[in-house]
């Protein structure tokens, strides 16, 4: 019998958290993560009404320009056929 596993949360900034303190989790905010899904369907689509000029921080963060995100996230059904993550 196979028992689920909770999702980890998010545990904050990685820059200015303390990893050992942090415990496990993602290393960013919920918040940096709203504002890079909201963005990426924005920008997917530039030609529609509500496109957004700026990046969001956490391509800073994550150490990624907008060009290879978008190559990235445009793709991501086309790279990646299975699940994503380790076992």
Do not use: M
Not at 9 to 23: H, I, N, P, Q, V
Not at 35 to 47: H, Q
């Amino acid at each position: 019998h196979f028992q689920k596993k909770p999702l980890f949360g998010f545990t904050g900034d990685a820059l200015e958290c303390d990893a050992d303190k942090r415990g496990p989790g993602i290393a960013f905010s919920l918040l940096d993560y709203l504002e890079l899904v909201d963005w990426s369907g924005r920008i997917l689509r530039e030609d529609k009404r509500g496109a957004i000029a700026h990046h969001p921080q956490l391509l800073s963060k994550l150490g990624l320009d907008e060009t290879s995100w978008i190559t990235l996230a445009s793709r991501f059904g086309k790279d990646y056929q299975g699940a994503v993550g380790s076992l």
